[in-house]
């Protein structure tokens, strides 16, 4: 199975061959697809991300976990979702290629409101119709929560309205959530909407371009910390909903047959009176532009409209209500209605390809211009589309196992072509015969006859013959000396067996087919300097052996590991073998002892011929080192604290020797080396033991051992614990004889074990403590100094944006904190179970008249509460 990108690569072959690909000899390199995303993984809506090819002239298609992302085939790409995003990069001279995915979390804020409610209020105006008005909206910007809000109010102007014509009611003002507005006077207004939040940047204040509404709010401010609705008051006014079809101009297509209601987006099929009634005989359709459409009645409330499905038409729409008509401000309502033409059939410069079995293939009708979107079908009347997310410019298939079909339409503008392209992908592999010719043995030094092929070609694809070789004990098949890319070929002179195959590959494809595989067998002469031996070492240690190893000859060839005490060339017999061994396995041999010095060799010849074995190039001598004593230590008895390490040492620690010391008195694994040796912090008594080992590893028979006494010291400095600025709080420590703490800011007696400590900030202190022995111990204990808070006696919620609250700073320390407020005669009139709200000097939601009101704030359930008054002022 191949990889996505080592498809991608295979394609970029042919990438530029044609309107599908435009074929190379050499598949050139990859595009180097990456994306350099941005600093942070969680970021702001409209943050982009880059694509960072090396060079000039690339087409990009962005994709989202997997799927391409439409019209997305720029450089950069301004992130709206969280997902995983990569991006396929192609251009004129490299394959085309797909970036690592990165994944992004995107933070969207965005301003957004409806109208909830409009209603005429009581009483009327006495000498304008329809007025007063009162709108109420509602907030649907996001996030819901961390969010403040400034609302505008802007005439047909974009002048900003004075509060005789519209303001805000009801307790509300232009920073609610959730505003109420009384119009005062007819006419057509721009209700605006701006938002703050943690992405907002004084820079950008109307924030990203918004994608789906790009001139909201006007074409120079696109941001979508910006949201506007038009509001009309007293006149109507109708939805305008534009028609847009798919053009039909078979014979018999049938018209588009649609009511009024649908062209004013109504679901009652009545028309917006704006609050009124309307009035009989105002009603006129008309149809302003366009031939061939007709209206039941143009005076009806919600006539039905036929359309031929060609062409475009306009349709005209004023009404009026009991005050006024619906065109006085802007004009008749105006309604189009086009039949968008069918794009014409897709038309291909190449209408067939040939491919390798098991490859992938981009089907792209325009590899140049990736903004074209096509549907591809597997049949001439299927009606699901193989790209079931929609059209796109090109589509993969594969792995391609046997010829297929594809039958491709051009979509643009949402409309589909009627006629289909056929695009047929071939497989060239199932047509190949590459065999070649039989086996042969011959004698080394000789030339082998000439080895025959098939002729490989299919139909008119010409192949690419390449002949490989692999000489006995390689594992991989390289290419053949000489000649080796015709249709037959001729080996030279062999001195080992070698085997022969013939690779066949046609342009474009990248798995080659490969032929049968012969074999010519090559008997060669023994040659002593290639029967080699090794030895891992040549001085052993009394009671020990070596390994030696061989090169394994080619051909069938037997071994014997043979011994001397005499000499390097005589004196040889047939060597022991230790246990689990063989003298007569060729790679490795391990004999049973060495006792004195003894040369080794191996002797090697054919099976089952009357071959002389042949000895080794050399034969390895091995000597025999006594083994060291076992070593005297310093003492036999060490004593360190607890929690310290010991030092244990050698005497002497001198010569050829090193030292390993182990926990075990035989066999483990040893945890340390060297003389003098620390061992790691002891909090027990334990027992060391070490032995000598050679400059040739060899090691003394026994270990010595060392026992280490611990005595026990530890530190205790208490619970950490939090104060209020300005307590006392005594601190606890146990463990030793002595103490000493730091640093000694805000102690009374560093020196002590239960020193009182004040600090003004958060301190951690450290205690030091002492044992008669000399050992000593460390801990640490964390004083939290909380601020006191501080408690304003007024203030003054008349809402002009100052003190409307009343603030008790430091307050946030204290989450359990309660707060009680009660009247002059006893009645609480608020209370807050912590402070995350503070108090408005509102009860119930009703304001609080003018007066002096009474505290109790609990920071704490065993704490002393404070207690005081607080006035509300003007």
């Known amino acids: 199975m191949h990889s996505f990108k080592s498809y991608l690569l295979i394609f970029a072959i042919y990438l530029y061959s044609s309107s599908f690909l435009y074929g190379q000899t050499t598949p050139p390199s990859p595009c180097g697809a990456a994306i350099t995303p941005p600093a942070q993984t969680t970021v702001c809506s409209g943050t982009a991300l880059t694509a960072t090819p090396s060079g000039q002239n690339f087409l990009y298609q962005w994709q989202k976990d997997g799927v391409n992302i439409p019209n997305a085939n720029q450089s950069t790409y301004p992130l709206e979702e969280s997902g995983s995003y990569t991006v396929i990069v192609r251009g004129p001279s490299c394959a085309a290629d797909t970036s690592d995915a990165v994944a992004m979390t995107v933070n969207k804020e965005e301003a957004k409101f409806t109208v909830d409610k409009r209603e005429r209020m009581t009483p009327q105006s006495a000498d304008t119709c329809g007025i007063p008005v009162k709108v109420t909206l509602k907030n649907e910007s996001t996030p819901a929560t961390g969010l403040t809000y400034a609302w505008e109010i802007t005439d047909s102007s974009d002048e900003q309205v004075p509060t005789t014509v519209a303001k805000f009611i009801e307790g509300t003002d232009s920073t609610s959530e959730n505003p109420i507005i009384q119009f005062n006077l007819k006419g057509s207004y721009t209700i605006r909407l701006r938002i703050k939040g943690?992405?907002?940047?004084?820079?950008n204040p109307d924030g990203p371009e918004d994608p789906v509404d790009p001139d909201n709010p006007d074409a120079e401010s696109d941001g979508r910390y910006v949201h506007e609705e038009n509001v009309v008051i007293v006149y109507p006014q109708a939805n305008a909903q534009a028609i847009s079809e798919c053009e039909d101009l078979s014979p018999n297509a049938p018209p588009l047959t649609i009511n009024g209601s649908q062209l004013i987006g109504s679901q009652d099929g009545k028309l917006d009176y704006n609050l009124g009634t309307l009035r009989a005989g105002s009603i006129q359709w008309t149809i302003v532009s366009g031939t061939g459409a007709t209206i039941s009645d143009p005076k009806a409330e919600n006539p039905r409209f036929t359309f031929p499905k060609r062409g475009s038409y306009v349709v005209s729409l004023v009404y009026a209500n009991e005050c006024e008509f619906s065109d006085v401000l802007q004009g008749p309502t105006l309604i189009n209605i086009d039949f968008t033409p069918l794009p014409a059939k897709p038309f291909l410069q190449e209408t067939q390809t040939s491919t390798c079995a098991g490859g992938t293939y981009e089907i792209a009708p325009s590899p140049n211009d990736p903004t074209k979107s096509y549907n591809f079908y597997s049949s001439p009347t299927s009606t699901t589309p193989l790209n079931t997310g929609g059209p796109v410019p090109s589509y993969f298939v594969g792995p391609v196992t046997s010829r297929t079909v594809f039958y491709i339409t051009a979509v643009e503008n949402g409309?589909?072509?009627?006629?289909?392209?056929?695009?047929?992908?071939?497989?060239?592999?199932?047509?190949?015969?590459?065999?070649?010719?039989?086996?042969?043995?011959?004698?080394?030094?000789?030339?082998?006859?000439?080895?025959?092929?098939?002729?490989?070609?299919?139909?008119?694809?010409?192949?690419i013959y390449l002949w490989e070789s692999r000489a006995e004990g390689e594992t991989a098949f390289a290419p053949a000396a000489g000649r080796n890319d015709q249709q037959s070929y001729s080996p030279a002179e062999l001195s080992q067996t070698t085997e022969y195959r013939r690779t066949v590959t046609f342009e474009g494809c990248d798995t080659p087919n490969l032929s049968n595989v012969i074999t010519i067998e090559v008997l060669p002469v023994i040659d002593p300097s290639e029967n080699i031996i090794e030895v891992d070492r040549t001085v052993v240690c009394r009671g020990d052996a070596p390994t030696f190893t061989g090169n394994l000859l080619s051909g069938d060839i037997e071994y014997v590991w043979q011994s001397s005490t005499t000499s390097a060339t005589a004196g040889f017999v047939d060597a022991a073998a230790a246990q689990g061994s063989d003298n007569k396995n060729g790679a490795s041999f391990t004999p049973a002892f060495v006792s004195q010095p003894t040369w080794f060799r191996r002797v090697a010849r054919y099976k089952n011929s009357n071959c002389g074995f042949v000895p080794s190039a050399e034969a390895i001598k091995i000597d025999i080192e006594e083994l060291p004593q076992a070593p005297i230590v310093k003492s036999a008895d060490?004593?360190?604290?607890?929690?310290?390490?010991?030092?244990l040492e050698?005497?002497?620690?001198?010569?050829?020797?090193?030292?390993?010391?182990?926990?075990?008195?035989?066999?483990?694994?040893?945890?340390?080396?060297?003389?003098?040796?620390?061992?790691?912090?002891?909090?027990?008594?334990?027992?060391?033991?070490?032995?000598?080992?050679?400059?040739?590893?060899?090691?003394?028979?026994?270990?010595?051992?060392?026992?280490?006494?611990?005595?026990p010291i530890s530190a205790n400095a208490g619970r950490d614990t939090t104060i209020i600025q300005g307590q006392i709080v005594q601190l606890k420590a146990t463990g030793g004889n002595t103490y000493k703490w730091t640093p000694t800011t805000g102690l009374d007696n560093p020196n002590v074990a239960n020193p009182f400590a004040s600090p003004s900030v958060t301190t951690t202190y450290t205690v030091t403590v002492s044992s008669g022995a000399g050992c000593e111990a460390v801990d640490d204990v964390t004083v939290t100094v909380l601020p006191r808070i501080v408690i304003v006696n007024t203030f003054s919620p008349n809402r002009d944006g100052i003190n409307e609250t009343w603030e008790i700073q430091n307050i946030e320390n204290f989450p359990e904190a309660t707060v009680e407020i009660f009247n002059r005669y006893?009645?609480?009139?608020?209370?807050?179970?912590?402070?995350?709200?503070?108090?408005?000097?509102?009860?119930?939601?009703?304001?609080?008249?003018?007066?002096?009101?009474?505290?109790?704030?609990?920071?704490?359930?065993?704490?002393?509460?404070?207690?005081?008054?607080v006035t509300i002022i003007k």
């Open 826 to 869: 006893g009645a609480q009139v608020f209370k807050s179970n912590g402070y995350s709200q503070p108090w408005d000097g509102t009860h119930n939601g009703s304001p609080l008249p003018l007066a002096t009101y009474y505290y109790i704030i609990r920071l704490k359930k065993d704490e002393k509460p404070f207690t005081g008054s």
């Open 198 to 203: 943690a992405c907002f940047d004084a820079n």
């Open 415 to 463: 409309c589909e072509s009627l006629e289909r392209a056929e695009f047929t992908i071939n497989i060239i592999q199932q047509d190949i015969q590459n065999t070649i010719g039989t086996a042969q043995t011959i004698c080394a030094d000789t030339k082998p006859a000439a080895l025959t092929g098939n002729d490989a070609r299919v139909g008119t694809n010409r192949p």
């Open 650 to 711: 050698v005497l002497p620690a001198t010569g050829n020797f090193t030292y390993a010391w182990y926990t075990e008195a035989t066999g483990g694994s040893p945890i340390g080396s060297g003389s003098p040796f620390s061992t790691p912090p002891l909090t027990n008594d334990a027992t060391f033991y070490v032995e000598a080992i050679s400059a040739n590893e060899c090691v003394s028979p026994r270990r010595t051992a060392v026992r280490v006494t611990v005595a």
């Open 638 to 647: 060490v004593s360190t604290c607890q929690g310290s390490s010991a030092v």
